[in-house]
């Protein structure tokens, strides 16, 4: 059978006719996808940014939440080349005198001087102790260097923390044996046991009594209001409740100050960021559902429930404030709505109150009846995993969803189309063919 281009009868653009005819027929479906698809992807990004600022909100609240986020202290060593320290929320303000008389430093021998690393030391075990924990190393023609006897004591497997190394200086090539930790517990001793006296070669050299005591292994001592404090490391935090002293350089006889206060700075922080976030919390819903008289345009959740429903619960919480303290509301703090109904800061009543009535500022947050968790229960049903927000959007992820499958439905129906016509302009090309060639 001959093959026949489309339209050589009839003299039309066959495939010209059959794509413009495909495209009008789908052309109001797709335009209807696309808008309804920028609707539902413009509505799931208002969400997005809602969720996002409910999440922003959220995060300030919880560090007002518990006594635990009043309770954030400052401690400051009048001299911190000696010592500083760090405080956490367990600690409580007050004074110390501290001297440091002593640091815990680490055990440190060496050896004598030998030729170089590659000299034969000898045969036998080496028994090599750090405080009551002990290991022992068997050398023997394979391993009886320096360097050999250096890499066997740093990679038996019961090594209870001794690092061996070598250092070359004008007299020789030397061990050195240094223990992992500080305190006195931390003595490093060796036992050697030369199995052959007779060839030349003596492992007794890196027996203790042959060793030199570079350093010995000392605790820590500390002074505080002249209570003697020893710890066999610089750094401890078993002394006063709350404190971690980091000790950095021994001077007896000087007596420095360890002040421990609390930090309203970081307090106010906190409130700030409530407040901050509070307001963009507002600004973000206020956005989403504004409706523009003049340009007829509406923000993608103009009308929607769960913004609504946000905007009650915040005023509602916000004007019920808290019960049981001296303070129930905001304007105790100096914090109050504007005409706009973003929260202002007087700077100088906060920081007042903060420096006065600390606890009273507390108990209006922290308290099981105050303001964070107030806040929290109030919107959690909105932003939690199972929440409100989340399902909202799982709807409209299902719809876009939907949408795809529709787009994929009309594909094959345009195919389809798109073969029938195809199929019957080639019919009409031949029979007019057939006519025009008679």
Do not use: H
């Not at 027929?25 to 797709?30: D, F, G, I, L, M």
């Not at 000790?247 to 901050?276: C, M, Q």
């Amino acid at each position: 059978m001959a093959i026949r281009a489309g339209g050589i009868g009839s003299g039309l653009d066959i495939e010209s006719l059959v794509a413009q005819l495909v495209s009008a027929e789908s052309q109001p479906a797709n335009l209807r996808f696309n808008i309804k698809e920028q609707e539902l992807q413009a509505e799931l990004s208002a969400y997005g940014t809602l969720k996002g600022a409910l999440t922003g909100f959220q995060n300030s609240l919880t560090k007002l939440e518990g006594t635990e986020a009043f309770q954030i202290y400052n401690a400051t060593s009048s001299d911190d080349t000696l010592f500083t320290a760090a405080a956490s929320s367990s600690a409580a303000a007050g004074n110390y005198d501290i001297e440091v008389t002593q640091l815990a430093q680490v055990a440190k021998l060496r050896s004598a001087d030998f030729t170089d690393s590659s000299e034969v030391i000898g045969t036998g075990t080496l028994d090599l102790s750090l405080g009551s924990d002990s290991f022992q190393i068997t050398i023997d023609g394979t391993n009886n260097t320096l360097s050999n006897i250096r890499d066997a004591i740093n990679a038996a497997s019961d090594n209870p923390g001794i690092t061996a190394s070598l250092i070359t200086v004008d007299s020789g090539t030397q061990l050195i044996l240094t223990s992992n930790d500080t305190g006195s517990a931390n003595t490093i001793t060796v036992a050697a046991v030369d199995d052959d006296g007779a060839d030349g070669f003596d492992l007794t050299r890196l027996d203790s009594a042959s060793l030199v005591t570079l350093q010995p292994p000392l605790d820590a001592i500390i002074e505080i209001d002249n209570q003697t404090v020893t710890r066999d490391s610089n750094s401890f935090s078993d002394v006063i409740s709350g404190i971690t002293f980091n000790l950095a350089k021994a001077d007896p006889g000087t007596v420095e100050t360890l002040t421990i206060t609390t930090d309203t700075s970081a307090i106010k922080e906190n409130i700030e960021s409530f407040v901050s976030n509070y307001n963009v919390l507002t600004g973000v819903m206020k956005g989403l559902s504004n409706y523009d008289a003049d340009t007829g345009v509406a923000g993608a959740l103009n009308g929607d429930s769960i913004v609504r429903g946000i905007q009650t619960q915040l005023r509602q919480t916000l004007f019920a404030g808290a019960s049981g303290g001296v303070f129930s509301t905001l304007n105790d703090l100096g914090i109050s709505l504007d005409d706009t109904g973003s929260l202002t800061i007087d700077s100088a009543e906060l920081d007042e109150k903060l420096a006065n009535n600390l606890s009273d500022v507390e108990q209006l947050f922290s308290s099981e009846t105050g303001l964070a968790q107030s806040f929290t229960t109030a919107l959690s049903g909105y932003y939690d995993e199972d929440g409100i927000l989340e399902s909202r959007t799982d709807g409209i992820d299902s719809r876009l969803d939907d949408i795809d499958d529709d787009r994929d439905t009309l594909t094959r129906r345009m195919d389809g189309l798109e073969a029938r016509l195809r199929s019957q302009f080639i019919a009409m090309d031949l029979i007019v063919a057939q006519l025009t060639s008679v």
